[in-house]
């Protein structure tokens, strides 16, 4: 009887994960940096997803249009080691890798850089904040749960928006179990469903950034049991993916 192959679960965050950019950012650095710096000012005192749907409505009004959002997601940096690491994967009959895409950015900003890249469907599933264009070419953004309605219990620093521990859970409750999950992240965002990984299990943090900072700070007392392997360059993530 032949042998099963080995079913195994690809987390991606997006921004800083799969792409070399912070989506949120990068579409204001390019069209508007004033904007950009307005964000910064403000992000202490405002939720962020809100305040990304605050300035495409001011961007908007200044006359920024869809084919510019659009053109700045389609020259953001995606490494091409990271594609091919992906595509070889998803082709793999074994492993057999499912995709999965949680991310705080929305679901235009990763359908269009995605779409660009020839990879419209290398995601199984994508767990996102929702963001639709308006006929007249605003780019409405919204959090993944509504401010209006029932409210995340997170208590490991999750943004009100999404707790991504949660959507991973519920994932895996639906599809259930994994031999091995594998978590690609970058930022302390991605900490909360990093802990509730197994002992067979792998995160993938990227270095000097949030995720990496809240492991060696808070992994050990949180109860941390999964594998780390810290990664700086998409290349080190496609020879981590050839070895499984």
Same mark, same amino acid.
């Given at each position: 009887?032949?042998? +099963? @192959?080995?079913?195994?679960?690809?987390?991606?965050?997006?921004? #800083?994960?799969?792409?070399?950019?912070?989506?949120?950012?990068?579409?204001?650095?390019?069209?508007?940096?004033?904007?950009?710096?307005?964000?910064?000012?403000?992000?202490?005192?405002?939720?962020?997803?809100?305040?990304?749907?605050?300035?495409?409505?001011?961007?908007?009004?200044? *006359?920024?249009?869809?084919?510019?959002?659009?053109?700045?997601?389609?020259?953001?940096?995606?490494?091409?080691?990271?594609?091919?690491?992906?595509?070889?994967?998803?082709? =793999?009959?074994? @492993? =057999?890798?499912?995709?999965?895409?949680?991310? !705080?950015?929305?679901?235009?900003?990763?359908?269009?850089?995605?779409?660009?890249?020839?990879?419209?469907?290398?995601?199984?599933?994508?767990?996102? !904040?929702?963001?639709? #264009?308006?006929? !007249?070419?605003?780019?409405?953004?919204?959090?993944?749960?509504?401010?209006? *309605?029932?409210?995340?219990?997170?208590?490991?620093?999750?943004?009100? !928006?999404?707790?991504?521990?949660?959507?991973?859970?519920?994932?895996?409750?639906?599809?259930?179990? $994994?031999?091995?999950?594998? $978590?690609? *992240?970058?930022?302390?965002?991605?900490?909360?469903?990093?802990?509730?990984?197994?002992? +067979?299990?792998?995160?993938?943090?990227?270095?000097?950034? *949030?995720?990496?900072?809240?492991?060696?700070?808070?992994?050990?007392?949180?109860?941390?049991?999964?594998?780390?392997? $810290? #990664?700086?360059?998409?290349?080190?993530?496609?020879?981590?993916?050839?070895?499984?």
């Amino acid at each position: 009887m032949p042998l +099963q @192959p080995k079913k195994i679960l690809i987390v991606f965050d997006f921004d #800083w994960s799969f792409v070399d950019q912070d989506t949120d950012r990068w579409i204001f650095e390019v069209n508007a940096p004033h904007l950009r710096r307005k964000m910064e000012n403000l992000e202490s005192s405002t939720q962020w997803t809100d305040l990304v749907a605050m300035m495409c409505r001011e961007a908007h009004k200044e *006359g920024i249009t869809r084919e510019q959002i659009e053109g700045a997601l389609k020259i953001l940096p995606v490494h091409p080691a990271m594609l091919r690491a992906v595509k070889k994967l998803k082709a =793999s009959e074994d @492993p =057999s890798a499912t995709f999965f895409c949680l991310s !705080n950015a929305n679901e235009v900003f990763i359908s269009t850089i995605l779409k660009d890249k020839g990879v419209a469907n290398i995601f199984d599933r994508v767990t996102t !904040n929702p963001a639709t #264009w308006e006929d !007249n070419d605003l780019l409405v953004v919204r959090r993944r749960i509504d401010p209006n *309605g029932d409210q995340h219990t997170c208590q490991v620093g999750c943004s009100p !928006n999404m707790c991504k521990g949660d959507e991973l859970a519920a994932f895996l409750k639906e599809h259930g179990e $994994y031999e091995k999950v594998i $978590y690609i *992240g970058d930022g302390s965002n991605d900490f909360c469903p990093v802990v509730r990984l197994r002992e +067979q299990d792998t995160v993938l943090a990227r270095t000097a950034r *949030g995720l990496q900072r809240r492991i060696e700070r808070e992994g050990a007392a949180a109860g941390l049991k999964c594998k780390v392997v $810290y #990664w700086e360059g998409a290349w080190e993530v496609e020879e981590i993916f050839a070895g499984l």
